[in-house]
């Protein structure tokens, strides 16, 4: 009863990484900050957010990123909303859709909602930005499931703006929210790839299980939860905040807030 215990164990995690900043920023010697959330699917944290709200807030991000899956079709909607109101107001939010986000059959009402929120969607698009003198690029691919709202819709129309986002003498930043599609993206230019959807394979005993199963990969994930190298990107996998799906219970593999640190420094 104890190991189960241990096993089942889905108190929040804070995963940090720390990554360089590269040429954008090597005359800087400012950190900046960015807290991925991924996969809440409407949880609640307590009775509103708190727990999650305040260790963001204890780590004073610079950027918050939201990559997919933050609503759930099969979940009220307060659980997001209870974050995104309580995120801080200063910091410029940026979210791509993940596949729950369409199944729930109401795109259209999310990113209205989203909007009110001050929450910037990113749809096979980018954004420019300047934080601590840096310049940044963060660009936001679609997930397949937008065909649910629009048949027509093939993923390929994204290719001409995505190349067109990593833009030279920036950081470039794509996020995704399956990382089987985010990396295809990587020969494109981009220095870090961000995504979720795995839940970290929803079983890890490692070193010998790493993810035992996640959507779009299948069994033992090669991408299931943590950062990754593929060519000259970085790719940043992040195992979720959701306890409550799937069905099957998370082993050793507790929900988790990642916060990225991207520190002056050459690439790798």
Do not use: W
Not at 112 to 134: C, N, W
């Amino acid at each position: 009863m104890l190991l189960a215990n241990c096993a089942t164990h889905a108190s929040l995690k804070t995963v940090y990484y720390d990554l360089p900043l590269g040429e954008p920023a090597r005359n800087e010697r400012q950190t900046i900050i960015i807290v991925l959330l991924s996969d809440l699917h409407s949880d609640i944290y307590g009775e509103d957010q708190t727990p999650v709200l305040e260790r963001i807030n204890e780590v004073s991000p610079d950027i918050i990123v939201l990559s997919g899956d933050i609503y759930d079709n099969r979940a009220s909607p307060l659980g997001t909303r209870l974050l995104l109101a309580g995120l801080p107001p200063s910091v410029p939010v940026f979210y791509v859709t993940g596949n729950h986000e369409y199944d729930c059959g109401k795109v259209d009402e999310i990113m209205r909602e989203l909007s009110d929120f001050g929450v910037t969607v990113l749809s096979d698009d980018h954004v420019a930005l300047t934080v601590k003198r840096a310049r940044l690029v963060i660009a936001g691919k679609e997930d397949p499931n937008k065909r649910l709202a629009d048949p027509s819709y093939d993923g390929a129309s994204a290719e001409g703006p995505l190349r067109e986002a990593a833009l030279p003498g920036a950081y470039r930043i794509l996020v995704c929210h399956r990382p089987e599609i985010a990396k295809l993206y990587a020969p494109y230019g981009f220095d870090l790839l961000l995504s979720g959807h795995t839940h970290g394979g929803q079983i890890r005993l490692p070193p010998l299980v790493n993810g035992l199963y996640a959507p779009g990969q299948g069994l033992f994930p090669k991408y299931s939860g943590g950062v990754y190298g593929i060519g000259g990107a970085v790719l940043v996998v992040s195992r979720g905040l959701t306890t409550r799906r799937p069905f099957i219970p998370r082993i050793f593999n507790p929900p988790e807030l990642v916060v990225l640190r991207l520190v002056p420094g050459p690439s790798y």
